[in-house]
């Protein structure tokens, strides 16, 4: 009997709630598993993508590598959240964020054990992996 | 070729929950526009049907629209530009008009939100961002523009009182426009007031007072060639001046957060087309989805310089009376926001002033005005200039 074709769907394992699971980038999964947030890189024209594609749009090529995030970035923005949409209420409160890092900017959550007053923006932060209590997975921004 | 103006405008009440279908809706705004225009169903040679998709049961809404409003069997086709899709019609049957396809075009907007809780319409809506990288993080509309909000803050000293003035504005207005969902009267008080609904937390800075209802509406804009006009023997208000651009959905992808990049560059071919500047301008409708938007948008399309958005609010020049009248039927504040149908009510109020027929809100003798629509977080940004 022929075996049944399995489906990749690792990306249904991404944030509180994944809207998607089929993706090319599907090992970005297996990195954060592994402790590691990684972007891409075209590996012909050299562009860097985060978040990470399978393809280039200034060259065309599907020929990309993975790069692990590492160092730190700015924080620009970042905002608490006291509602939130059907899914997430569970999570409350928490604050989404966008960090500059020069070549790429990581749009994610600030961690829950930072106090509001002393998240200020410019602030260097870290971008981790994350575990939530319901077994998925996303990254989060930490003090550097 | 000749020109391409505005001949009718419509729109019906916006509501918390409107009691019908939204093909019903949809005659409220097409009726108005229809009678406002004097033709006959015969006379439009097209239809372009604008929503927010996933707000509704029925899918491809434009065949349901073209038959309940007798627009059979001319072409009908559907448009999506989430917040901006009426806008993006009306540039579509623009150049519908100015190619000779087309002579009349119908460009109808509407949503109905009410269907679904709130919270699954901020999830939806959630969903006009990227859901393969952002969604699964818990977003929400009012949280992506406070981001801009606190950055706006943290650069130039934007403060959560002028973010409330902006609201007192157009609860101004609100109150005299009978279309408005929200007719109260807002004083700067009730933001600092515990006791009041409007000074409750959402997205830190934004409060409750600083945020658009979702509501059921329907708009329409008629589009027509100057000789189809004549031949009506109707004079109207043209359109001068068309810009529209897209940005990177996802925030990583975005260079600013202190105004959208989407305005600037439409605003810039709007402009240039008209062959106008921000100075040319007497009276604007602008996307404040919240307050911190009017804000962006007065620096966004010229009208103050960066940083200082909001003097034209604590100075009144933005009211009535004022240098440059912004938002005087209420903006989307008052009025509330039904996405599709939000352009069309923006292109109605400044059609509506430019012929001086906006009553109790219209301005004095304005020539000139211009239309800022956004959709989604600076995702699609559409300018309009039209002019008597």
């Given at each position: 009997?022929?075996?049944?074709?399995?489906?990749?769907?690792?990306?249904?394992?991404?944030?509180?709630?994944?809207f998607?699971?089929?993706?090319?980038v599907?090992?970005?999964?297996?990195?954060?598993?592994?402790?590691?947030?990684m972007?891409?890189?075209?590996?012909s024209?050299?562009?860097?993508?985060?978040?990470?594609?399978a393809?280039?749009?200034?060259?065309?090529?599907?020929?990309?590598?993975?790069?692990?995030?590492s160092?730190?970035?700015?924080?620009?923005?970042?905002s608490?959240?006291?509602?939130?949409?059907s899914?997430?209420g569970?999570?409350?409160?928490?604050?989404i964020?966008?960090?500059?890092y020069?070549?790429?900017?990581?749009f994610g959550?600030?961690?829950?054990?930072?106090?509001?007053?002393?998240?200020?923006?410019?602030m260097e932060?870290?971008t981790?992996v994350?575990?939530?209590?319901?077994?998925?997975?996303?990254?989060?921004?930490?003090k550097? | 070729?000749?020109k391409?103006?505005?001949?009718?405008?419509?729109?019906?009440?916006?509501?918390?929950?409107?009691?019908?279908?939204?093909?019903?809706?949809?005659?409220?705004?097409?009726?108005?526009?229809?009678?406002?225009?004097?033709?006959?169903?015969?006379?439009?040679?097209a239809?372009?049907?604008?929503?927010?998709?996933?707000?509704?049961?029925?899918?491809s809404?434009?065949?349901v629209?073209?038959?309940?409003?007798?627009?059979?069997?001319?072409?009908?086709?559907?448009?999506?530009?989430l917040?901006?899709?009426s806008s993006?019609?009306v540039?579509?049957?623009?150049?519908?008009?100015?190619?000779?396809?087309?002579?009349?075009?119908a460009v109808?907007?509407?949503?109905?939100?009410?269907?679904?809780?709130?919270?699954?319409?901020?999830?939806r809506?959630?969903?006009?961002?990227?859901?393969?990288w952002?969604?699964?993080f818990?977003?929400?509309?009012p949280?992506?523009?406070?981001?801009?909000?606190?950055?706006?803050?943290?650069?130039?000293?934007?403060?959560?009182?002028?973010?409330?003035l902006?609201?007192?504005k157009?609860?101004?207005?609100?109150?005299?426009?009978?279309?408005?969902?929200?007719?109260?009267?807002?004083t700067?008080e009730?933001?600092?007031?515990?006791?009041s609904?409007?000074?409750?937390?959402?997205?830190?800075?934004?409060?409750?007072g600083d945020?658009?209802a979702?509501?059921?509406?329907?708009?329409?804009?008629?589009?027509?060639?100057?000789?189809?006009?004549?031949?009506?023997?109707?004079?109207p208000v043209?359109?001068?001046g068309?810009?529209?651009?897209?940005a990177?959905?996802?925030?990583?992808?975005?260079?600013?957060?202190?105004?959208?990049?989407?305005?600037q560059h439409?605003a810039?071919?709007?402009?240039?087309?008209?062959?106008?500047?921000?100075?040319?301008?007497?009276?604007?409708?602008?996307?404040?989805?919240?307050?911190?938007?009017?804000?962006?948008?007065?620096?966004?399309?010229?009208?103050?310089?960066?940083?200082?958005?909001?003097?034209?609010?604590?100075?009144?020049e933005?009211?009535k009376?004022?240098?440059?009248?912004?938002?005087?039927?209420g903006?989307l504040?008052?009025?509330?926001?039904?996405?599709?149908?939000t352009?069309?009510?923006?292109?109605?109020?400044?059609?509506?002033?430019?012929?001086?027929?906006?009553?109790e809100m219209?301005?004095?003798?304005?020539?000139?005005?211009?239309?800022h629509?956004i959709g989604?977080?600076?995702?699609?940004?559409?300018?309009t200039?039209?002019?008597?």
């Amino acid at each position: 009997m022929e075996k049944k074709k399995e489906i990749d769907d690792r990306f249904k394992k991404f944030g509180t709630v994944s809207f998607t699971s089929l993706t090319k980038v599907n090992d970005f999964i297996d990195y954060l598993e592994e402790g590691k947030v990684m972007g891409t890189k075209c590996k012909s024209c050299g562009l860097v993508f985060f978040p990470p594609r399978a393809d280039c749009y200034k060259c065309l090529s599907s020929d990309v590598e993975w790069f692990e995030v590492s160092g730190s970035g700015k924080l620009v923005s970042c905002s608490k959240l006291e509602y939130a949409p059907s899914g997430f209420g569970d999570d409350l409160p928490y604050s989404i964020a966008v960090l500059d890092y020069g070549d790429y900017k990581i749009f994610g959550r600030i961690a829950s054990d930072i106090p509001e007053d002393e998240v200020r923006l410019g602030m260097e932060m870290k971008t981790i992996v994350n575990k939530l209590p319901n077994g998925q997975l996303n990254y989060i921004f930490q003090k550097a | 070729m000749g020109k391409a103006g505005i001949i009718g405008v419509g729109q019906s009440k916006f509501v918390r929950r409107y009691p019908g279908s939204i093909r019903e809706l949809a005659f409220e705004g097409f009726k108005e526009a229809m009678q406002d225009a004097q033709i006959s169903v015969g006379d439009i040679d097209a239809s372009i049907i604008c929503s927010a998709p996933e707000y509704d049961k029925q899918r491809s809404p434009s065949g349901v629209f073209a038959e309940y409003l007798g627009l059979i069997p001319q072409p009908t086709f559907y448009l999506e530009n989430l917040c901006s899709s009426s806008s993006m019609g009306v540039r579509m049957a623009y150049s519908l008009v100015k190619s000779g396809l087309h002579e009349v075009v119908a460009v109808i907007g509407f949503q109905k939100m009410s269907e679904i809780s709130s919270a699954e319409s901020q999830e939806r809506m959630g969903r006009g961002a990227d859901i393969q990288w952002e969604s699964p993080f818990g977003t929400m509309m009012p949280a992506y523009y406070a981001m801009f909000a606190r950055a706006h803050m943290e650069k130039y000293g934007t403060t959560l009182d002028d973010l409330a003035l902006v609201r007192v504005k157009a609860a101004t207005y609100g109150q005299l426009n009978e279309k408005a969902v929200f007719r109260k009267s807002v004083t700067f008080e009730m933001f600092t007031d515990p006791e009041s609904p409007l000074s409750g937390p959402v997205s830190s800075p934004i409060r409750v007072g600083d945020c658009c209802a979702n509501a059921d509406g329907s708009s329409c804009v008629i589009v027509a060639s100057e000789e189809k006009a004549k031949a009506f023997n109707k004079e109207p208000v043209w359109i001068l001046g068309l810009g529209a651009a897209s940005a990177s959905v996802n925030m990583a992808g975005r260079d600013s957060f202190t105004g959208l990049a989407v305005a600037q560059h439409a605003a810039e071919q709007a402009y240039k087309m008209a062959g106008m500047t921000s100075k040319d301008i007497n009276v604007a409708e602008v996307h404040d989805c919240f307050t911190i938007s009017e804000i962006l948008a007065y620096e966004d399309l010229g009208f103050a310089m960066p940083g200082e958005g909001k003097e034209l609010v604590k100075n009144k020049e933005t009211y009535k009376e004022g240098s440059l009248p912004v938002n005087v039927d209420g903006g989307l504040l008052s009025k509330g926001h039904p996405i599709g149908a939000t352009g069309g009510s923006q292109i109605r109020t400044i059609v509506l002033q430019l012929r001086g027929e906006a009553g109790e809100m219209q301005v004095k003798d304005p020539e000139i005005g211009l239309i800022h629509n956004i959709g989604g977080v600076g995702l699609y940004g559409n300018i309009t200039i039209l002019g008597r």
